[in-house]
Antibody, heavy 121, light 106 residues
Framework: EVQLVESGGGLVQSGGSLRLSCAAS????????MSWVRQAPGKGLEWVAN????????YYVDSVKGRFTISRDNAKNSLYLQMNSLRAEDAAVYYC??????????????WGQGTLVTVSS | SYELTQPPSVSVSPGQTASITCSGD??????VCWYQQKPGQSPFLVIY???KRPSGIPERFSGSNSGNTATLTISGTQTMDEADYYC?????????FGGGTKLTVL
């Protein structure tokens, strides 16, 4: 069974840092682009970042460029999101998702259960 | 920046057809996906590449995309289909989601 399990969320002060992890199982992790998508409380979905299979290509939404870094460890079947200089508007549930289909422009399938990031001022 | 626009809400009676639109500039030139999200759950892919259904998705879910508008159609809507639905596309290697549509079945 394909499974994605996020961890690392929690309460952090504005300006602080947090590292999210996503453990993948049930598929050949190193063969897929991977993504982070977030959802602020009561709001819609927002794509955050993508990373290529070998980590050589990465793309970010403008609002997190220079603050967030997506990375992966194919030996550990794990995806990461290092979040620095956190702001109130970064508070959200962060989902890890596999990118299926057309490389960087595929569909998100499946999704993890999400991990909640809360930013306090 | 590229934007996708969805109606905030759509209502439908059980057994009827629900249509949820997603509009964006030249959206027909892009591949559109649709995701279903029920309260407290993660999103779930229901349509990809405009018209394709993942395995396990009922045939009552269908999609189309032309011009500036993509449409998710649910035929014979069931109460279990009540959820938020999001369209999504890619624009210059960045992901874009619509604002979401709350489908109410009553």
């Amino acid at each position: 069974e394909v499974q994605l399990v996020e961890s690392g969320g929690g309460l952090v002060q504005s300006g602080g840092s947090l590292r999210l992890s996503c453990a993948a199982s049930g598929f050949t992790f190193s063969s897929y682009w991977m993504s982070w998508v977030r959802q602020a409380p009561g709001k819609g979905l927002e794509w955050v970042a993508n990373i290529q299979q070998d980590g050589s290509e990465k793309y970010y939404v403008d609002s997190v460029k220079g603050r967030f870094t997506i990375s992966r460890d194919n030996a550990k079947n794990s995806l990461y999101l290092q979040m620095n200089s956190l702001r109130a508007e970064d508070a959200a549930v962060y989902y890890c998702a596999r990118l299926e289909g057309i490389a960087v422009a595929g569909e998100f399938d499946p999704w993890g259960q999400g991990t909640l990031v809360t930013v306090s001022s | 920046s590229y934007e996708l626009t969805q109606p905030p809400s759509v209502s439908v009676s059980p057994g009827q057809t629900a249509s949820i639109t997603c509009s964006g500039d030249k959206l027909g030139d892009k591949n559109v996906c649709w995701y279903q999200q029920k309260p407290g759950q993660s999103p779930f892919l229901v349509i990809y590449q405009d018209t394709k259904r993942p395995s396990g998705i009922p045939e009552r879910f269908s999609g189309s995309n032309s011009g500036n508008t993509a449409t998710l159609t649910i035929s014979g809507t069931q109460t279990m289909d009540e959820a938020d639905y999001y369209c999504q596309a890619w624009h210059i290697r960045t992901g874009v989601f619509g604002g979401g549509t709350k489908l109410t079945v009553l």
